[in-house]
């Protein structure tokens, strides 16, 4: 028997592949090798085109008969590799010497030779050149030294000094041939044409040999297997301590096998694995197992696979099992023995776990008792007793109450296969419960004559301070075996959607299975009732064991009693309406009420869908999940061309056993569908008439046009919908109904089967955009007057914007100017695609300037309490007023006193300044009352001259200040 240890990968040197000629020194480590021949051979098409490129291929496949080949080395160098290798394999020969048996012809003028280089490589890395005197040369076709391509020279030529090489995988073995000189090869003589140097391979015609390669090696040492208990993968940890007695599952010993040859798979030819008697006895096997082909798949290569050893419960006999995998290649009967770290069976074990009907969690309320149960079972060998100690790790504090049922010395487990149930009490505080534990760690030790003998084992539990009686918790299930869950009254994970359709056909009756769980501490029973049923519809709660319907008492429908942590599942029976008129869908609500305490309860919701013969549902949409709903704004549905479809739907038609023939089903246009639907605004409306603008295109499995599907009773089809929603919709669900109608003919009196199938298409919302405008026309104000001028803000936008008002202007402060709205004030909430009016109100002063233009600016901005929105999306808009004064006195007083302008205080200071000037000079030169300006010098040094004046000159006033009226203009 051989042995063989799995080598590791080693690093080569790096080489200059510039210089080939240099030897480079591998490094190795060992392997059990065996002779092997490596065979020259032509390469095949599928080499080829596997990227090997060389003259020839070196294969552990002996050549077919008839296959020689031959090539000319005499201008080339003749170069012959093997496919990449798939593991690392350790090459040598027999003291340190490896054969080369090569067959060669040697053509030329009598009196020549040549020099031959054979160099024996490792990928790109020589290990060994050999020279090889070629004479004596064949020539012509008649004579003793006549050529004959049938039947070559022989040559063996050795390698010397090569020690053990390393051919890593992913590289190969190399041989090439190269003539490195010749002589006297033109001599000119009579049909004398120079020389040539072939190698033939394959299987030589005449000699029925071929030319190859004599190593030593072990081409499997890639190969590998492993334990595990079942269902592992290859990576998991593995499994080599094993129990007589341990349960069913922890008794099936998978073994799974990596085979590799470095040649590939075609090198294996057998593979064998053996579980070794535990007494040792030669020839003997606790299990065997020969692998075949359908046991095995090809993975890079290789072959891999397992087999399960399930052993008899007691059968595995305590001891140690060497394991052994033999694999055999085709060069030898002879096979590769690979060993394993044994597997052991064991004298002593247990297995220590919770009860059956025990949570992994420890619930606790105070001043009540707790009860744990276990299972401890000795799982060794038949005949060794043994006692186990349980205890709590750490111990709880002092005022806990710990109590386990294990008389002195621990539980006693007389032999393998033994099972006890101990139980554990564990008392609360009364009042105090701070010191409870985050979970408790339950300790078992076993024993054989106070002394430990095997592995502790350990349970980790959970521990939840509740109350005496709590909330219950509602699952929902559509199938007896609990196997699918729709609902879950505390649904942390929006796992289900309580508006998906569950089916019930229109002449049946829906069955739906509710678990009521009882989270408090102590016994308690429920009174459940239906909160919410569609119109027309009916539904019952129904005893899950019996089948009878469970009587109302007193309003509700009473439970049985339920202890902690346990369940009750009770069965709701559907009765959809006969009548067609009736709602096709509706949700359905049941509140389920603690008995002991009114105040504790759970809800639960789910939608039903009653069916005519043929229903639908979605398989697929374009942003995965939940299926149904499709988000409009993510890429892969925003744009229908990234994507060919919005939603898939197999479309089904019931089973009827009567009914073998072809049913065409219409496909109604959901644009065209006369249905009554809601809004996301909770509108009523007609679907046809709110989505005529969308664009619905329907597909059939082949991405054509439909508007049909044919199908046989209890058939189906898939078809394609891509959904483009129109512009200016409201922001959120929009759930539109694809109708499925089956084809009758007109007037025949039958009602068509059909199915209204809903779909969910949310559109995001648009940026905050508004618009301000005036409604009211502007009017003059008076003094001591007002004037409301009317606006209106509009949101533009799909969504709800609040939006704020701002009004700014130069007015003076003796004026007034409050903005109202319709909410009251500045804020306003404005509607999606709505408007909304508001009011600005100025109060004129007592006395103001008369054609006096004043302006106001409006801003409105939208605000969100997430999010704070730029100036981009704030609105301006103005607003113009004119005064008009029909009081004389105040626009005198306006004019001189109150508001005048820098005008009127001009000229009011020339007057003032002319009439000091005329008082001041009157006492010196009476006889001059006014003089122009024009006559007055002022000279050189600043005095002033008045220059001699016409006694005709009249005393000229200046003209009246006039105003001129101001046009008053409206802003668009």
């Keep these: 028997m051989f042995a063989c240890s799995i080598f590791s990968t080693l690093i080569q040197p790096e080489t200059n592949d510039n210089n080939l000629v240099e030897i480079v020194p591998i490094k190795f480590s060992n392997s059990a090798d065996q002779d092997y021949r490596f065979y020259f051979e032509e390469l095949t098409q599928d080499d080829i085109s596997s990227g090997m490129d060389a003259d020839g291929k070196i294969t552990t496949r002996e050549p077919t008969s008839g296959s020689q080949s031959q090539i000319s080395i005499i201008d080339s160098t003749g170069v012959f590799i093997t496919p990449l290798l798939l593991s690392d394999i350790n090459i040598s020969g027999v003291s340190n010497e490896i054969d080369f048996n090569v067959f060669y012809e040697f053509s030329g003028p009598d009196g020549a030779s040549a020099e031959m280089d054979v160099r024996l490589m490792s990928g790109n890395t020589i290990i060994s050149t050999q020279t090889e005197e070629l004479d004596n040369p064949c020539n012509g076709f008649f004579g003793t030294d006549s050529c004959d391509e049938s039947n070559p020279d022989d040559e063996k030529i050795v390698f010397e000094n090569v020690n053990t090489f390393l051919v890593e995988s992913q590289s190969y073995l190399k041989v090439e041939l190269e003539i490195v000189s010749t002589n006297s090869c033109d001599s000119g003589g009579f049909g004398d044409s120079g020389c040539d140097v072939k190698i033939f391979f394959g299987d030589i015609s005449n000699d029925n040999q071929e030319t190859y390669l004599s190593v030593r090696t072990n081409t499997l040492a890639g190969s590998s297997f492993k334990v595990h208990k079942e269902g592992a993968g290859w990576n998991d940890v593995e499994t080599l301590d094993w129990y007589p007695h341990d349960s069913d599952e922890d008794r099936r010993i998978q073994i799974s096998v990596d085979v590799r040859s470095a040649f590939g798979r075609a090198d294996i030819s057998e593979i064998e694995l053996f579980i070794d008697d535990v007494d040792g006895i030669e020839g003997v096997e606790e299990f065997s197992y020969t692998f075949s082909n359908n046991d095995l798949i090809l993975d890079n290569g290789g072959l891999v696979g397992n087999v399960v050893y399930d052993y008899e419960k007691g059968g595995l006999k305590a001891g140690t099992y060497p394991l052994e995998l033999r694999v055999k290649d085709l060069q030898h009967d002879q096979p590769v023995t690979f060993t394993h770290e044994p597997i052991i069976s064991h004298t002593y074990g247990i297995d220590f776990e919770l009860g059956d009907d025990q949570g992994e969690t420890l619930l606790v309320a105070p001043g009540q008792t707790s009860r744990l149960e276990f299972s401890l079972t000795h799982i060794g060998y038949s005949s060794n007793e043994m006692s186990v100690e349980l205890s709590l790790q750490p111990p709880l504090s002092s005022d806990w109450q710990v109590e386990f049922d294990q008389p002195v010395g621990g539980y006693q487990l007389d032999y393998g296969g033994t099972q006890v149930k101990p139980t554990l009490l564990i008392k609360a505080p009364d009042e105090d419960m701070s010191s409870t534990p985050s979970n408790i760690n339950v300790i078992a030790v076993p024993k054989v004559n106070n002394s430990q003998v095997t592995d502790v084992s350990q349970l980790l539990l959970g521990v939840e301070e509740i109350d005496v009686y709590s909330d219950p918790r509602l699952s929902l ?359 909304k009016n508001f009011t600005i109100r100025i109060d004129s002063p007592t006395c103001m300037r008369h054609n006096e233009v004043y302006d106001f600016e409006i801003t409105a901005k939208p605000l969100d309490m997430n999010e704070a929105y730029g100036d981009e999306y704030t609105t301006t808009h103005s607003v113009r007023i004119q005064t008009n004064v029909e009081s004389i006195s105040c626009r005198i007083q306006s004019e001189l006193f109150s508001e005048p302008d820098p005008v009127t205080l001009g000229v009011l200071g020339s007057v003032v300044l002319m009439f000091v000037f005329w008082f001041s000079r009157r006492g010196a030169v009476t006889e001059i009352e006014y003089v122009p300006e024009e006559l007055i010098d002022v000279g050189d040094e600043g005095d002033l001259d008045i220059l001699e004046l016409d006694s005709e000159v009249e005393e000229e006033l200046p003209e009246p200040v006039v105003y001129e009226e101001v046009e008053l203009v409206e802003e668009d």
């Design 477 to 835: 299930f559509e199938d007896a075996e609990h196997q699918i869950q729709i609902g879950d009254s505390v649904d942390l994970s929006g796992d289900f959607d309580e508006d998906f359709s569950n089916f019930v056909n229109f002449d049946g009756i829906g069955e739906f299975y509710l678990d009521v769980r009882n989270t408090g501490f102590d016994v308690d029973n429920f009174r459940m009732k239906f909160l919410e049923i569609p119109d027309q519809w009916d539904a019952a709660f129904v005893d899950n064991n019996t089948g009878e319907a469970i009587v109302k008492e007193q309003g509700s429908f009473p439970s049985g009693d339920v202890n902690s942590n346990a369940v009750e599942t009770i069965l709701i029976e559907v009765y959809p309406p006969i009548d067609r008129e009736a709602p096709d869908i509706g949700k359905i609500t049941m509140e389920v009420t603690s008995a002991s305490d009114l105040t504790l309860r759970a809800t639960i919701s789910f939608t039903v869908q009653r069916t005519f013969g043929v229903h639908s549902t979605v398989i697929y949409d374009c942003d995965a999940a939940p299926l149904g709903y499709v988000n409009v704004e993510i890429s892969t549905c925003k744009n229908p061309e990234f994507n060919d479809e919005t939603f898939r739907l197999k479309v089904t038609s019931s089973v009827t056993e009567s009914d073998t023939q072809l049913t065409t089903f219409q496909i109604k246009n959901p644009s065209l569908l006369d249905k009554d639907i809601l809004t996301p605004d909770g509108k009523l409306v007609s679907q046809k008439d709110y989505y005529a603008a969308w664009d619905f295109e329907i597909y059939d499995s082949n991405s054509s046009l439909t508007s049909n599907v044919k199908l046989s009773s209890g058939g189906s089809a898939e078809i394609k919908i891509l959904v483009t929603p129109s512009m200016g919709m409201l922001s959120g669900n929009h759930t539109i109904y694809l109708r499925i109608v089956e084809e009758v003919e007109a007037g025949s009196g039958v009602d068509p089967k059909y199915f209204d199938m809903p779909l969910t298409i949310f559109v995001g919302e648009d940026e905050p955009q508004i618009e301000i405008t005036q409604i009211s026309a502007n009017e003059l104000i008076g003094i001591n007057s007002f004037e409301e001028i009317e606006m209106r803000v509009y949101n533009v936008a799909n969504v709800e914007t609040l939006v704020l008002l701002k009004l700014e202007s130069s007015i003076g402060e003796n004026w007034k100017v409050n903005l109202e709205s319709e909410d009251g004030g500045e804020l306003l909430t404005v509607g999606p695609f709505s408007e």
